[in-house]
């Protein structure tokens, strides 16, 4: 689904399966913490880490462009893109710390979702082949070669309506 003008789609990296349209988050279990894409910003949202002080409506702590955050237990890259449209790529994650590992998290992008000629095209199966050429450039050892190598299989493969 878009929102407005903007289209978000990504992959869980906890089931290895698409988000459902427009709702690009997870949330950490142990922490709290959300990571979340509405359109093209990447948010970070925590009520507990939230103050008044804060730049942005409760519960966000923090906002990322383009760049690594890491928050609680949460880790963050983004990276912004302007051409051919207006993006962001992200890849959001947690690995748990317990007797079993678990990895949880994203991997998913915010885009415009207009042509230059004006026609709505939302995400296209050029923009996942070059989120997943990104991915495939982040250093993620700490993820597993398994579970990469399956992510980039689903990034690149057919568009589920």
């Known amino acids: 689904m878009a929102g407005s003008n903007w289209e978000q789609w990504g992959v869980d990296l906890a ?17 709290g913490v959300t990571v979340e894409i509405y ?20 519960p966000i702590v923090a906002k990322v462009q383009h760049g690594d955050l890491d928050y609680q237990d949460v880790s963050l890259i983004v990276h912004e893109l302007e051409v051919p449209r207006p993006a962001r790529f992200a890849f959001a994650y947690c690995v748990s710390r317990g007797d079993a590992r678990v990895v949880s998290g994203f991997a998913g992008l915010g885009i415009y979702g207009f ?11 050029h923009d996942r082949a070059r989120l997943a050429d990104w991915v495939e450039q982040l250093d993620r050892g700490d993820l597993g070669t398994d579970l990469l190598t399956q992510l980039d299989q689903i990034l690149r493969g057919p568009l589920a309506p």
Do not use: C, R
């Not at 988000?19 to 988050?25: D, E, L």
């Not at 042509?115 to 199966?125: C, I, L, Q, R, Y």
């Open 15 to 31: 089931t290895l399966k698409p988000h459902p349209w427009g709702n690009v988050a997870f949330t950490s279990a142990a922490s």
């Open 39 to 58: 359109k093209n910003q990447v948010s970070v949202l925590h009520p507990q880490g939230w103050t008044p002080a804060s730049h942005w409506i409760e």
């Open 115 to 125: 042509a230059e000629n004006g026609d709505w095209v939302g995400v296209t199966d």
